[in-house]
Nanobody, 115 residues
Framework: QVQLVESGGGLVQPGGSLRLSCAAS????????MAWYRQAPGKQRELLAT???????TYANSVKSRFTVSTDNAKYTVYLQMNSLKPEDTAVYYC?????????WGQGTQVTVSS
């Protein structure tokens, strides 16, 4: 059974930082390249970053140099360190595989960047 539990979101001022976590089920994590996505109100879900099991990463241009994706393979957890946050980063953030398999998504975690 797939399980994805995101956490760590909140309200932060522009320029601030947050670290998101996503705990995945063992079976799902073990066979997946993991990724972070976000969806802002009225917009399509956006792929932000991917990470393979050997640590290779990719980033969307919108977050490159500000966000860092990492994993703890022993805990089946993927992280997203977000620095220099901007109001346009406000969205619900999700983790999932890349590419997405099936239609399962966790509940996401809300990030709001506002002064």
């Amino acid at each position: 059974q797939v399980q994805l539990v995101e956490s760590g979101g909140g309200l932060v001022q522009p320029g601030g930082s947050l670290r998101l976590s996503c705990a995945a089920s063992r079976s799902f994590f073990s066979i997946s390249t993991m990724a972070w996505y976000r969806q802002a109100p009225g917009k399509q879900r956006e792929l932000l970053a991917t990470i393979t099991h050997d640590g290779r990463t990719t980033y969307a241009n919108s977050v490159k140099s500000r966000f860092t994706v990492s994993t703890d393979n022993a805990k089946y957890t993927v992280y997203l360190q977000m620095n220099s946050l901007k109001p346009e980063d406000t969205a619900v953030y999700y983790c999932n595989s890349f590419p997405v398999r099936g239609n399962y998504w966790g509940q996401g975690t809300q990030v709001t960047v506002s002064s």
